[in-house]
């Protein structure tokens, strides 16, 4: 009986290592996925793909704070004719290539100030982004794609 319980034990304790040997194989392959700092200046193009304006362009420009894939900023949105208003980005996040960010704020050359929203989902790339997007206003939701390229890089620390 005392070989039978030796033999269990010895079953058990290479069941064991080879179980611990999987975890820790699978451990080691999740090494962590860098991001891309998006931070800087970047000039875009929208194209509405729905509502009053679907076919229309639009340029717009996104002043971006990466901190760690945080995403900190403002968006500057034409406000019709020449005129722009600037709204501040309320939730950003970069995760490897991908980013996804939420502005809102008000229209304040409307009278009275139009509350929007826009979000944009995209894949960056180097110095260019580009992806779909939702604007919300007066609550209607029109969609767009967009398309943006870095001009103004981050000043580089000493």
Avoid: H
């Amino acid at each position: 009986m005392a070989i039978a319980r030796k033999k269990r034990t010895i079953d058990l304790l290479l069941r064991l290592v080879a179980m611990t040997s999987v975890v820790l194989a699978g451990v080691a392959s999740c090494t962590p996925v860098a991001s891309i700092n998006v931070s800087g200046g970047w000039s875009g193009t929208i194209s509405w793909t729905t509502g009053p304006m679907a076919s229309l362009q639009s340029n717009f420009s996104l002043d971006l704070f990466d901190d760690e894939g945080d995403i900190a900023g403002s968006v500057t949105l034409p406000a019709g004719g020449s005129n722009t208003f600037e709204i501040p980005v309320t939730q950003g996040e970069v995760y490897a290539d991908t980013i996804v960010l939420d502005a809102a704020g008000a229209n304040p050359l409307t009278t009275p100030p139009t509350p929007v929203r826009f979000t944009f989902d995209g894949q960056v790339g180097g110095t260019s982004m580009s992806g779909v997007g939702t604007q919300f206003v007066n609550g209607s939701a029109y969609t767009f794609t967009w398309r943006a390229t870095l001009v103004a890089p981050p000043a580089e620390v000493p």
